[in-house]
């Protein structure tokens, strides 16, 4: 009796490729290691006296350190390894990228105390990176405020001031009014102290326990998409008139806006135990 034909078992669906997986759970650890590279380059840059050039690739890495994480997110490959090395890379990018670069453009001429103020820089960059990742860890549930300013935050703070004098400097040859003002403003010594007002600011922000604000508070679901967009337009005109400048402003203003929000009763200081929460079986490690 021949077979049936009816009774023939279904073939198994094809299984997915094995490679395009792979992919996706490679790309948010390759944009982390953009963000390295482009910190790394910063640091070159900054040796080679190319400022603009530092300014720059601190900025990309920036974009890419925060495409890395929504990558990530969107794409659910979130994992231990890529914790780490998103650490690593922040610490370069912004760390260390950074404190070469106010070194070499001003804070170099002050010799001992111009190294030690980056290095209080850097060093308050890994104690921020630590704290953040320790409490990633032992923390529940998401907050949507950061707790000290965040390095990267930080990094465009110093960054963007380097910029903006450069900006400066290029204008003083065709403003004639304001020529003594722009001349006391990028005079050397003002450009020394003022970064090192700015770096330890940064630096004793980044270990604080004031609250910033992140993006995961902005909502914008209650606004109409059309005065969104007309927002958007306008705020693109006029930061498009002077990008460098509005670059700083911004920077500045986001800096200072954790210790305003906290002075006027907006925000409260973290607890201790909040933020170092206690682990029931320590271990020692590097």
């Avoid at 090395?85 to 670069?101: E, I, K, N, Q, R």
Wanted: glycine content about 4%; some cysteine; charged content about 15%.
């Amino acid at each position: 009796m021949g077979k049936n034909i009816f009774t023939r078992k279904p073939t198994s669906k094809p299984k997915p490729r094995a490679k395009i997986s792979s992919m996706v759970v490679l790309l948010p650890n390759l944009l982390t290691t953009c963000n390295l590279f482009w910190g790394y380059y910063a640091i070159i840059a900054s040796l080679r006296g190319d400022y603009v050039m530092a300014v720059y690739a601190i900025f990309l890495a920036a974009i890419f350190d925060t495409l890395d994480g929504q990558v990530a997110k969107l794409t659910k490959t979130h994992s231990a390894f890529g914790v780490q090395l998103d650490s690593l890379s922040d610490l370069v990018s912004f760390g260390v990228a950074p404190a070469f670069l106010a070194f070499q453009y001003s804070l170099g001429t002050l010799d001992r105390v111009g190294w030690i103020v980056c290095f209080i820089f850097l060093a308050c960059g890994a104690l921020r990176l630590a704290r953040f990742n320790v409490h990633s860890f032992h923390s529940q549930t998401s907050s949507q405020d950061f707790v000290g300013l965040p390095i990267p935050a930080a990094a465009i703070f110093i960054a963007s001031y380097v910029l903006f004098l450069h900006d400066l400097r290029l204008d003083e040859l065709q403003l004639q009014i304001w020529r003594d003002a722009l001349q006391f403003i990028t005079a050397k010594q003002t450009t020394t102290i003022t970064l090192i007002v700015m770096t330890l600011t940064a630096s004793v922000m980044m270990v604080s326990s004031v609250a910033y604000r992140s993006h995961k508070s902005i909502d914008i679901k209650t606004v109409k998409p059309f005065k969104v967009l007309v927002l958007l337009i306008l705020a693109l005109a006029v930061i498009a008139y002077r990008p460098k400048f509005w670059a700083f402003a911004l920077a500045t203003a986001y800096t200072l806006s954790g210790v305003l929000e906290w002075l006027l009763g907006w925000k409260r200081l973290a607890a201790d135990d909040d933020i170092y929460p206690l682990q029931d079986n320590p271990n020692d490690g590097g």
